[in-house]
């Protein structure tokens, strides 16, 4: 049933985020993906937008995979399940806070868990730079195409003032602006 | 009087979270202003706390710390209230988008400033990658294991609960080893 296989997907992505934000995008790529519920870029797309719109990714792409694929009650339980674990682990350990945090096991669980979101999102730009530039799948004629040429301007037009941390709404403005010149400029796709 | 603390925690999460672009940090200066100025609900060191928490459970920020404050000031429905709160404007605004991008994904000016947005995306996360590799404790075991994460989900499609899974092991036995070794 497709509002139990929801839940159950966005409960454990609520359960496996740390941190927050990009270190997610690998797990709910291939969460969602074999699915067959987004495609790759579908979920590119969607960290645009849920930058842009106030709330958590996780959340956000619960709901809207949740809507897309079943609905008002498919973004309803799929948020449900991406909220239940922190809502449920939250209250376990707010009586026990101290003992909690001091505990040898939770800050040697956080001295692994720190570098593994550095590799994640450093694995969510390998798989995120595969989608923008071979978005037909990495060879050689792909070098070719002109989506690989004006994508490949955008980002480095876009990586200067994001590493000088202009804002991510901004940033997505102008990519968007530059991509509607080119696409109209050169007629492609 | 438990009624109406719990209202006012649903409402303050509320705003909270149709105020916070980009999800996790950005609300805490937010939360910040609402709950320890305004609302006095929470000390200033009561929030470092519940950052420190929210770090080091699973799950969005934003919902870890709605939960602990409401948690804090109204038992489970004060939790409750929070959390819904919190996660209600952007479950409204998302259904609302949904929508709105099912009638113009066709549209060839859209697939065009998808094509622009998805490489600025890529800029971001590049952004996020350069910052958090900043701060991160530069040690022989982080490096090993910020590697093996890495090579793991990018080049050997190694599922990322696995990988989260054994990270955590790693850092625990890691923690286990050095305790031993410094008795």
């Not at chain 1, 709901?63 to 897309?68: E, K, P």
């Not at chain 2, 948690?71 to 404007?89: E, H, R």
């Not at chain 2, 790693?170 to 050095?178: D, N, S, V």
Request: glycine content about 10%.
């Amino acid at each position: 049933m497709i509002y139990l296989e929801l839940f159950w997907t966005f409960l454990k992505i609520g359960a496996f985020t740390f941190g927050g934000g990009y270190a997610m995008i690998p797990l709910i790529q291939a969460e969602v993906g074999a699915h067959g519920w987004m495609s790759a870029e579908e979920v590119v797309n969607f960290v645009a937008v849920s930058e842009s719109t106030p709330g958590p990714f996780a959340v956000n792409a619960s709901t809207y995979v949740g809507m897309q694929t079943a609905g008002f009650a498919g973004a309803f339980c799929a948020t449900l399940g991406v909220v239940l674990p922190s809502f449920i682990i939250i209250l376990a350990v707010a009586g026990c806070l101290d003992r909690f945090r001091k505990s040898r096991i939770m800050s040697g669980c956080m001295s692994g868990l720190r570098p593994a979101v550095i590799g994640l999102i450093g694995a969510a730009a390998v798989s995120t730079g595969r989608t923008v530039f071979f978005p037909d799948g990495i060879s050689v004629t792909g070098l070719g195409s002109p989506v690989f040429w004006i994508s490949a301007v955008i980002f480095l037009a876009a990586l200067v003032p994001a590493l000088k941390k202009v804002h991510p709404i901004l940033i997505i403005l102008v990519s968007a602006a530059l991509g509607v010149a080119a696409g109209y400029w050169f007629h492609i796709l | 009087m438990q009624k109406s603390s719990n209202r006012s925690l649903f409402v303050t999460f509320l705003k909270i979270g149709a105020f916070t672009f980009g999800g996790g940090y950005a609300m805490i200066p937010l939360i910040q202003r609402e709950a320890v100025e305004k609302q006095g609900w929470i000390s200033e060191e009561d929030l470092l706390e519940i950052v420190a928490v929210a770090e080091s459970t699973p799950g969005p920020v934003a919902i870890n710390a709605a939960t602990f404050v409401g948690q804090k000031i109204g038992g489970f429905i004060g939790a409750l209230s929070a959390t819904v709160g919190v996660v209600l404007p952007s479950f409204a605004i998302i259904c609302a988008v949904s929508f709105v991008l099912e009638q113009f994904e066709q549209w060839k000016a859209v697939q065009y400033a998808f094509m622009g947005i998805r490489a600025g995306v890529l800029a971001l996360i590049l952004q996020a990658l350069v910052s958090m590799y900043r701060q991160f404790p530069k040690d022989g075991i982080s490096y090993v294991i910020m590697a093996g994460a890495f090579f793991a989900v990018a080049l050997w499609n190694v599922s990322v609960l696995l990988v989260i899974a054994c990270c955590a092991a790693a850092g625990i036995l890691w923690g286990k080893l050095k305790g031993r070794r410094e008795k």
